[in-house]
Every structure is written in C-alpha cells, then in structure tokens.
C-alpha cells in the first residue's frame, strides 16, 4: 500500500528458517519500490485466533485515510479464521507496530464453510450504499468460489447469501484479488470507484498459477457478470504462465496506477533453500492495465526499474540467418534488462498449425529451442555459457491457420542447468499479435536465477526459475538467436547491465532458533 509517501510491503515470512512454517506479517518500507528497507515484523502468530500462523490478507483504507489489515489467522483448531489489525499510531508514517483488534475473529468459517478452505481477504471496497464489502477464498464440494461479506462499520460482517462468483471447472480459490480497470484510460482505478467505464478483474489462484476473468460488476446489487468464465471455451487468461503465484495488486494513490506483486516460488529443493538462506521471492512490481481490445490485461514492469540501468549495448537492423546465434556483448548478462524485437519479411511459409494444438506449454514442451521449423524459433538465449551447454531460451515461433497467423511465446529451461536437482519447466502462451502489421516484441529482466519475460509489449508474461551453475556472475552470456530456416531481421535490440537494489534492515529480523 501507499501511505503518506511511503510504499508498505506486507509478506508472509518465516523468521526462524528458509522453510515454510511460523508463518508471520514481515514489513517492509520503500519511497520508489525498488530499493527497501526491512521493519520489525507486523504481525507475529501469539492469539487463539491466530496461534498457528498469520496467513495471506489485504490492506484496505478506511474513512481519514485510516490503513487497516484484513488477515487470515489459523486458530487453536486449526481453523481457518479473518482478523483484524489496526496501526498503533497513525502519525508514524512508517506505520511500524500493529494491534490486533479486541473483536476478533470477525468472520469465522460456519453454517458449512470448510474451516479448512476459508482464506485470503481481498482488500475491501465500499459500495454506494455505504456498507463495506470483501470477498475471501472458498471451496465448496470441491469447487472454488468467492464469498462475499457486508459490513457497516468494518468490525461486524454478515455473509452474502450467494457468493460473488465461482467455478465449478476449478478446486480451491486463493488469494483472490476484485478490482476495476478502465475501460480506455492510462491510468489505475482506486478499488471502490463506482466509475462506469470500467471493467471489474476477479483474480483466483489455483493449479499453481494466478488466473482471472473479466466482467462487469453492478455495485448496487453486488452482481458480476463474467464476459468468459475460467477455462470456458478455451479461455485461459493468467497473469503470468510461468512461475508465478498468490499475487495481490494495490492502487497506488500517488502516481494513480495499480500496481501488482506476485510471488515466485523456488524450483529447487529445500536443502538447498536452507542452505542459501532464503527461500521465495516477489516478483518485480508491475503496473497493470486493460488492453485496447479489452479482452485482456496488459502488463509492463514499473518505470521505476528503468533507473537501474547503467552500461547500455544496442544495435538496429541485424538479420539473423536461420540457425545463427548472435552474442549481444558489454554488459552484465547475469543482471541485465533486455528489449528485443523481431520481424520477417513473410510468413507464407510458416508451419501450418494443427487445431489440436490448443495447449501453449504442451507445445512450447514438445517444439523446445532446438526443434527447427521454418518460422522460429527465435529470441534470445540468456544466462547461458559459453559454449551455450547452458541456456535458457525465450522465443518465438509463428504458425498459419485458416484465418490468421497464431504466435507462440515459450521459456524453455530444459537446458538451464547442468544440475540434476532443479525443476526444468518449460512454460508456453499464446500471445493476441498480428504478425503482419506489428513487429514481435520482448522484453526480459534477467536476475541470476530468475528471468521475467515480457512479450507483446506485456500481453503475455513468462517467469521462471533457473540455477545455473556455469553461467554465473560473470561468465554468464546473452545471444539472439535464430534457430529457423527463415532469415529474422532485428529492427532494434537495447540491453542495459542493472545496478543492485538495495535493501537494508532497521532491524535484527532473524531470531535464533530456540528449539
């Protein structure tokens, strides 16, 4: 959240070990989001309400700009439970202690609510009628939902006879996330603006990635009505299609834009966690829009990151013969952000595309970076070695079908690491690009074991988990490639070295081990 200048991270945190458990609120302050300074933790498992752990909640601002946190608490039965945390003193602008409210729990899991299954409040919004609303995470008779509360004064909630939406093509909802998107402007939505040209986002995690859908919300009846349900008809719009998980977006009030986190989990094992010392991340911040079709998000990483850049290479109009790779030479590939685009004279001899071939990563899994056609792949090999016996490959490939071109988007890690150890996904999507008007764009943000890649100017977004062990520091390498038999021209390709963020503690946060 923003709060009097300042940019609050609030994230599920182990302080005894870089594995899952004690599960409390960490807190951390920032002024650009990118360099940040660690706080005491927020909120610490101590009450019945949350003896066993302080899970996943939201932020929501009250009436005098008054923060308040919504959380989840697993009580003395191991019931999921929502609670409530106020700032001890709202003139601290770095909001540094919290007190867990005397009412709590607010909202606790009955008439046959799994007690097992009931988590994750969104940030709450208030309706034209005054009474607050929030929805938490569900499932019911194996089947995810949204349920939805009313409140008057933020402290006792009544629950909606219906849920404000749900699925019966999906298992658990978590983490959901209600919001508005403009429908043509530039800028983010505070999340309880009743303007009618919006779109509302409802946002479910679930099968190991962030999946929403588009619809239009009537505040006065609390209705939603979705324009394609989850996996309707094909449909499969996901933030990300990579690693990429339990995201929750906030509205940034100073620079009017909603911003969205995401946490990227580990692919390798725990030893190796503990060993490290840490386990999981967040994701780059990203802002996050509705396309001009209005039938997607679009995503782009904040401007901010761009003042990370230092050493700059670039170069305009290269032609990549088929099967030639290019080193982009002069900075630092293990820590370098990436803008690429591609463009071929024709597409008349792209592969015809097969209508069986409706899943992007099955695909991607099956045509990986070293399965030659005519139109692809391409893109850019980073954290690679020398000899390129490790890589992990963006690319593309284009496919004709009866009516249009169809462009693939993969992130092939199959190569990524001479270790046994690590999960070598390969993720894949489908990317809403008409090949023939505009060129194919990329853009990766490549930081030692995590690459986030951004195709079609954010239409579609890869993020993925890689460990080499030869393509480290400096003796990492990034190329272009063209593993085709087309010629690619590349119109233009900017690679910049990226600076440290910097993160500091005003705190000893790791406690020794008592046990």
């Known amino acids: 959240m923003y709060y009097k200048g300042v940019y609050h991270l609030f994230y599920q945190y182990n302080p005894y070990a870089a594995v899952w458990g004690n599960i409390t609120w960490a807190h951390s302050i920032s002024y650009d989001l990118v360099n940040w300074i660690n706080l005491d933790i927020a909120l610490s498992p ?33 019931r999921q439970v929502q609670n409530l945390a106020e700032p001890k003193n709202l003139s601290d602008p770095l909001l540094r202690e919290w007190v867990k409210s005397s009412h709590n729990p607010l909202m606790s899991p009955v008439d046959g609510i799994d007690p097992k299954n009931f988590r994750d409040p969104t940030t709450a919004w208030q309706g034209p009628d005054g009474l607050w ?28 006879k219906e849920p404000i939406h749900s699925s019966t093509r999906t298992g658990m909802w978590e983490c959901p996330d209600f919001y508005p998107v403009s429908i043509d402007g530039k800028n983010g939505v505070e999340t309880s603006s009743l303007d009618k040209f919006t779109k509302q986002v409802l946002k479910a995690s679930f099968d190991n990635s962030d999946h929403y859908v588009l619809g239009n919300y009537t505040a006065v009846t609390d209705n939603f009505l979705v324009d394609t349900d989850f996996l309707d008809n094909g449909s499969d719009l996901r933030y990300d299609y990579g690693n990429f998980y339990a995201s929750k ?31 999981g991340l967040q994701s780059i911040p990203r802002t996050i829009l509705l396309s001009k079709t209005g039938k997607q998000l679009i995503q782009w990483p904040l401007e901010e990151i761009e003042k990370q850049r230092i050493i700059k290479v670039s170069f305009e109009n290269k032609e990549l013969k088929g099967g030639s790779v290019l080193e982009v030479s002069g900075i630092t590939a293990s820590q370098a952000d990436v803008e690429v685009s591609f463009s071929l004279s024709s597409f008349k001899e792209a592969e015809l595309m097969d209508p069986s071939w409706v ?34 490959a963006i690319f593309f490939r284009v496919f004709r079908s009866k009516d249009n071109y169809v462009v693939l988007m993969c992130s092939d890690q199959s190569r990524s690491s001479v270790e046994e150890g690590p999960q070598k996904t390969i993720y894949g999507a489908f990317i809403d690009i008409d090949p023939l008007n505009e060129k194919i764009s990329l853009r990766s943000l490549i930081d030692h074991s995590i690459v986030e890649s951004f195709g079609g100017e954010g239409r579609a977004c890869i993020t993925a988990r890689v460990y080499p062990k030869l393509a480290i520091d400096n003796q990492a390498y990034l190329y272009a490639f063209n593993n085709g038999t087309l010629d690619v021209n590349i119109p233009t390709l900017n690679a910049w070295s990226m600076k440290n963020a910097q993160i500091v503690s005003s705190t000893k946060r790791r406690k020794p081990n008592l046990n």
């Open 133 to 160: 609303r929030v929805l938490v995470g569900n499932e019911m008779d194996g089947h995810g939902r949204a349920l939805l509360y009313r409140s008057q004064d933020f402290i006792t909630w009544s629950q909606s």
């Open 46 to 78: 101590g009450d019945p309400f949350d003896i066993n752990g302080c899970w996943s909640g939201s932020t929501t601002f009250l009436s005098g700009e008054k923060p308040v946190i919504l959380y989840t608490g697993s009580d003395t039965m191991n």
């Open 249 to 279: 977006t906030f509205f940034d009030s100073g620079k009017k834009r909603r911003i969205l986190w995401g946490w990227i989990l580990e692919s390798d094992n725990t030893t190796d966690d503990v060993k490290k010392g840490w386990s």
């Open 359 to 392: 899943d992007p990563k099955l695909l991607c899994s099956q045509k990986t970076a070293s399965v030659r056609s005519n139109v692809g792949p391409f893109g850019i090999l980073v954290l690679a070695s020398k000899d390129l016996t490790e890589q992990t």
